[in-house]
């Protein structure tokens, strides 16, 4: 690994993987099933889509081409999928969690999970067994993946316990509260919440639902990651719809991993040439950059840390995904709250709307393609005019009052 630090920001290059890319250019080997876990494979995330397609309100987000920063920064492209409008929620997370909990039930109940739909559950007799079961849905949340949980809870007609660690916003509480979930502030940091929330739940029965694994607990975030892949299925065929070019680097958000990991997993199968995937943390809870940095995929940051990207501030990589990461990304930044905040300008200024978490990645494409500062950065990622850059804005905005200080008052201004 090789470290820098430029414009407050700090990057780990995976020297690994650039000596993988050279020796690509001499025998091109492909990225094959043979690279990931079978559970990653697109014949085990095929079903998903499937899944997905069934469900109320879905339809394919935006892969929105952004060609103006393209122009200005001197590159072919850079695109953005806009997970803002998944399924009324403003976030992505709702694809891994109504997965996970549509073959959790159907396990329970005894029917086909590859062919399972939401609407198998209300039937009257499944609702009966439900019901008689008293299943409760429980995860730990910093915000959008409880919501997404909720979401799937009410429409199933089954109640959820949230717990939401420290430091969460009002606005992101209530949004969870308001879809009828049972909200309980733990005033813990992220990881003792989690720790709390699976004691509750094996104590009182409830059925936990969540999205970063450990020793003993890894089935459900499988499920979880490989709900995230309707994603990747999304970006192919809009890239192929759309006519764009395909993608030379991939900037993913980090929390503990799991969303990183399985786009990382699913696009590197899927696209004809092996783009570079960069991995974004903040800079003062970036868990997956500490653990790629010291080669200890279980390091943690201890306590509870303070970033706007309410949605990435975990305290432990998700143990299940993060040896792929050490081994298939090839850069980590962990970066300030204020290219978080210059993407939620941006995205402002461009017409979307972009939540604390989501415009990191906006940020930072931007930031690398027109901040000198950042020019070893670029050039050490090989990007030019022959670039395309891709970045999801995973969420829009859950806490309109934090998003008015930034994007209309100005705070977490760019440095000099």
């Known amino acids: 690994m090789q470290e820098m630090e430029l414009y407050q920001i700090k990057i780990l290059f995976n020297e690994r993987r650039r000596f993988q890319r050279e020796q690509q250019r001499i025998v091109a080997p492909p990225n094959g099933p043979q690279t990931f876990p079978e559970w990653l494979q697109p014949e085990q995330t095929a079903p998903v889509q499937s899944f997905h397609r069934r469900l109320p309100q879905y339809r394919p987000t935006p ?24 399924f009324g929620l403003n976030a992505f ?32 007799a499944n609702q009966k067994r439900l019901q008689d079961a008293g299943i409760t849905l429980c995860t730990a949340t910093d915000g959008n993946h409880g ?28 949004a969870i509260a308001d879809l009828n979930a049972d909200v309980q502030e733990t005033g ?42 309707t994603i990747a299925a999304e970006i192919m065929d809009q890239l192929a719809g759309q006519r764009l070019p395909t993608p030379t680097h991939i900037f993913l958000q980090a929390g503990v991993g799991s969303m990183a990991g399985g786009m990382l997993a699913f696009l590197a199968q899927a696209l004809p040439s092996r783009p570079q995937f960069i991995i ?36 432990t990589p998700c143990s299940l995904i993060m040896p792929l990461l050490q081994q298939q990304a090839d850069c980590f930044m962990a970066c300030p709250d204020f290219v978080a905040a210059h993407g939620m300008r941006l995205a402002d200024q461009a017409g979307f709307i972009a939540g604390e978490s989501g415009a990191v990645a906006l ?21 030019n005019a022959n670039s395309v850059l891709l970045g999801i804005n995973t969420e829009g905005t859950m806490a309109p009052r934090v998003w008015q200080k930034i994007v209309r008052e100005g705070e977490y201004p760019l440095p000099d």
């Open 63 to 86: 892969l929105l081409s952004l060609d103006g920063l393209a122009g200005r920064g001197d590159v072919q492209g850079v695109l953005l999928k806009n997970e803002a409008e998944r």
């Open 93 to 124: 997370k709702a694809l891994g969690s109504s997965w996970a909990i549509a073959c959790l039930l159907a396990e329970r109940l005894g029917l086909p999970r590859d062919e399972v739909s939401f609407a198998d559950f209300l039937q009257p």
């Open 147 to 174: 919501r997404g949980v909720t979401w799937a809870a009410r429409l199933l007609g089954l109640p959820a316990k949230i717990f939401m660690p420290a430091g969460a916003e009002p606005e992101r509480v209530q």
């Open 188 to 229: 813990l940091s992220y990881d003792e919440t989690v720790a709390l929330a699976t004691a509750q739940a094996a104590q009182k029965g409830w059925l936990l639902v969540q999205d970063t694994a450990w020793p003993g607990y890894e089935a459900t975030p499988r499920l979880i990651i490989q709900g995230y892949s």
């Open 280 to 315: 974004l943390e903040p800079r003062n809870v970036a868990c997956c950059y500490l653990a790629a940095q010291t080669g200890n995929p279980a390091a943690a940051i201890d306590g509870a840390q303070n970033t706007i990207m309410a949605g990435l501030n975990c305290g």
């Open 363 to 383: 940020g930072i494409m931007d930031l690398l393609l027109g901040q000198p500062q950042l020019a070893a950065a670029r050039q050490k990622l090989g990007i």
